[in-house]
């Protein structure tokens, strides 16, 4: 190491390793974002003295607490809840709530780290954070939901504000969990501003905000084809998931014309080679979000259908992937398979669905490849919009809306490519592209602060 900090990839990375020990996620997140920055910055001083990929990659605070509450039978439960807030450069801290049972530090401190790239993305005012808890809403009832999104909010109220920090949902929290704790959070401060986002409409949500992580998803896919003078109309699509992500992108690839033959949750995958038409994907949102069923189902009501139990649908045949459910669902040997079956494009709806190995075979492939920092990133550009609405007190029409959403996603893909591109070649690597468009403008809002 150099007087001046100038360590080599290896080097930062067996730092970043031995500070976050057992933290795969976390080092798995990082090491993606710097494998590319470091070649960036390589002649670029300033970074390296003022240890900016470093600082970036050290969160501001991780806030964790216990959170306690009483289930239906009386019992006490005691989950752990966190807040992580990685970097507030270009704005308040912004990122979802995630609860699920294995949700640990971290996971929610790769989220918070991947968020800060992603928010600079979207060209909004937005830093990065992300929280949750090791709280299963699996099989509770709503009660027992309510009572702990109280509990829950009962300590995270003193860490968020409207100016500070801003959540959202994510894996595990949607409408209902949203309604919950800003119902408790308007209780305890007696305050009504906009403290989360993805609220629903008659308490100052923004219209389009469930539709827009899937739609965006698309649109980014759409973009990259587009470049090379392809579409979406009759692709045949492999979707992961069966949520809030996954749904909407389907309802999106149907509307452009392509046919999507594979969901899953964490049972297994349905495979329907008729396709899941806007009809079956009205009974998957039914059954999915409002009965809390299994995808399994899916089979007793569609008879052509097959369901793989605890598997992943990256076996199947297709022209275009989207992973649309959590971190490292795709390894490196899926990654091959599908390049194998001819898999053109993959736009990543999750946050890190893709292992490095993974990454390394996409972009070896130079397949159409994007990140889920720049492709997902259409959820948390309406959330911005969304505390816009909010601060003004105003709502924007739907059609504005979705117009400034195909915009949004237009200027991340056009990022992608300014800083992806390979001399000599038409072939972009959008995630270098993300890695770095994301990377210079929180870096130089950090240098402008000096060492703070
Ligand atoms: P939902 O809770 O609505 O849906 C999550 C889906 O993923 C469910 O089908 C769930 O299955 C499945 N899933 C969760 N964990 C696993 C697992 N370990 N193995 C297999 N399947 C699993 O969440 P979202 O749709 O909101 O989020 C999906 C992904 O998109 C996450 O990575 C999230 O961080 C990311 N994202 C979401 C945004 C948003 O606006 N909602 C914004 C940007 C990114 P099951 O029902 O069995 O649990």
Not at 12 to 26: D, S
Not at 185 to 206: D, P, Q
Not at 354 to 369: M, P, S, W
Not at 407 to 431: A, L, N, R, W
Request: net charge negative; proline share 3%; hydrophobic share 35%.
């Amino acid at each position: 190491m150099t007087d001046t900090g100038h360590v080599n990839l290896e080097q930062f990375m067996e730092g970043v390793k031995r500070r976050n020990p057992g933290q795969n996620e976390f080092v798995q997140a990082v090491q993606e974002v710097a494998e590319d920055v470091f070649d960036f910055i390589q002649d670029k001083n300033e970074y390296h003295e003022y240890q900016i990929l470093r600082r970036i990659a050290e969160p501001d605070r991780v806030v964790s607490f216990r959170v306690c509450w009483e289930d239906d039978n009386s019992n006490i439960r005691v989950q752990r809840g966190w807040r992580v807030q990685n970097n507030n450069a270009i704005g308040p801290y912004k990122g979802g709530i995630r609860f699920h049972r294995d949700v640990n530090e971290s996971i929610l401190k790769f989220l918070a780290f991947e968020q800060t790239f992603k928010n600079s993305l979207t060209g909004l005012p937005m830093g990065g954070g992300k929280g949750g808890a090791n709280f299963n809403p699996k099989g509770k009832s709503d009660h027992e939901v309510m009572r702990f999104c109280q509990s829950f909010m009962t300590e995270l109220y003193r860490h968020v504000g409207q100016d500070i920090d801003v959540p959202a949902g994510d894996i595990g929290v949607g409408a209902r969990e949203i309604g919950y704790m800003f119902g408790q959070y308007k209780r305890i401060t007696n305050e009504f501003t906009g403290v989360l986002t993805g609220k629903a409409l008659e308490y100052g949500g923004s219209l389009i905000r469930s539709e827009a992580t899937g739609y965006g998803a698309v649109y980014f896919l759409q973009d990259m084809l587009a470049r090379v003078g392809n579409s979406i109309e009759g692709k045949s699509c492999v979707v992961s998931g069966s949520g809030n992500v996954a749904t909407h992108v389907v309802e999106k690839i149907n509307q452009l014309g392509g046919r999507v033959v594979t969901l899953s949750d964490s049972g297994g995958f349905v495979y329907d080679p008729d396709g899941i038409d806007q009809e079956k994907l009205r009974w998957v949102k039914e059954h999915k979000t409002r009965h809390r069923g299994r995808i399994a189902d899916y089979v007793k009501e569609f008879k052509n259908a097959e369901f793989y139990q605890g598997m992943r649908p990256w076996s199947v045949k297709c022209d275009l992937a989207l992973p649309c459910a959590t971190q490292n669902e795709i390894n490196g040997e899926d990654a091959r398979t599908l390049i194998k079956n001819g898999c053109i494009g993959v736009s990543e709806g999750a946050n890190m669905p893709t292992n490095l190995d993974g990454v390394h075979a996409f972009k070896g492939a130079k397949i159409l490849f994007a990140p889920g920092k720049a492709a997902n990133a259409g959820g948390v550009a309406v959330s911005g919009l969304e505390m816009s609405q909010n601060s003004a007190r105003i709502s924007w029409k739907e059609e504005d809306l979705q117009q400034l959403l195909v915009d949004i996603m237009k200027q991340i893909h056009d990022s992608c490519v300014e800083f992806g591109g390979t001399p000599g070649s038409e072939h972009i690597d959008y995630v270098r592209g993300a890695n770095i468009a994301g990377f210079i403008k929180v870096a130089d809002a950090m240098l402008a602060y000096g060492v703070v």
